[in-house]
């Protein structure tokens, strides 16, 4: 490429799909601030193309995928995800021109069928009492019958979906902070998030501690996160490497969302919530400790997305 003659925006890109990951890193000005030599970063994931965590993953599935020969233009990607994953799938296809199906239970709010429409994805039904695992059956039956039609990411057991955030998330982290990161904090979802970016910093950020955070309660309110003790663990999840776990109760997520939003500027979902007062918990023992240091958290995504009643939350009033 020749030298650009204004070298200070962003060069020009090929496709969307480029501008995921190299996502800001804020460090929270009040939350921790009577921590004594003790600094909490947040990594704004939400910056990300589709708006949040899971376009690294998903996008880093696809294009393994793709190099393989396991997915192209004559092949349909196939997922049972209506959250942030589908949307990653859904956008990244439409961005690079291949085809997307997402299988929903049928009663999924029509927010969450309108942004996978919105982005040309297929979506495909699955018998809405049976909820997220009979979207899961349904997908296993569509590719059994058919294996040449479709690619199949299975965020859950794909070793791409950690790699992503080892090759992507720790680097720039690390890259940010000039290696210096005493903790890194991260929710679990499939957690790719978590076991990547501390595979990463591990050699990046020699000394730091790892830990995840998950959901006090087994049905809690805290979307995008799992409560281990009553979930299938997924197979790319190794609690044994990491340094700890720590549970975050629902309405304590929240009220640190709401309190990033009023003190912070960041109006975030209620798992970012959840994964700054799991930091906050640990900047706090640092402290305690007479230690100093960064720690370090991810925003997976923005409030916004949740603005609209999800059909769970209307089958209580029910
Ligand atoms: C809102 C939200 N928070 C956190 C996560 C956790 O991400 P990961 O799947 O990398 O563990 C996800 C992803 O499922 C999510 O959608």
Known sequence: MTARAFPHGPAPVESLAALVGRTPLVRLRRIGADLPGVSIYAKCEFANPGGSVKDRAALRMIEAALAGGRFGPGRTLVDSTSGNTGVAYAWICAALGLRCALVVPGNVSAARKRIAKAFGAELVFSDPLEGSDGAIRKVRELVAAEPGRFF????YG???????????TAVEIAEALDGRVAAFVAGIGTGGTVMGTSRGLRTLAPG???????????????????????????PIYREQELDGKLSIATADGVAMAERLGREEGLRVGHSAGAAVA?????????????????????????????????????????
Not at 158 to 168: C, K, Q, S, T, Y
Not at 210 to 233: D, F, N, Q, R, T
């Open 152 to 155: 199949y990411p299975d965020q």
């Open 158 to 168: 794909n070793a791409e979906n950690p790699r992503a955030h080892e090759l992507g």
């Open 208 to 234: 730091v501690r790892c830990y995840a955070v998950e959901p006090a309660e087994p049905i809690h309110g805290l979307e995008g996160l799992k409560h281990m003790a009553s979930s299938i663990v997924p």
């Open 278 to 318: 799991g930091a906050l918990e640990i900047a706090r023992r640092l402290a305690e400790g007479g230690r100093r240091g960064n720690v370090v958290t991810v925003l997976p995504d923005r409030a916004d997305r949740y603005f609209e009643p999800l059909r769970w939350e209307r089958r209580i009033e029910w």
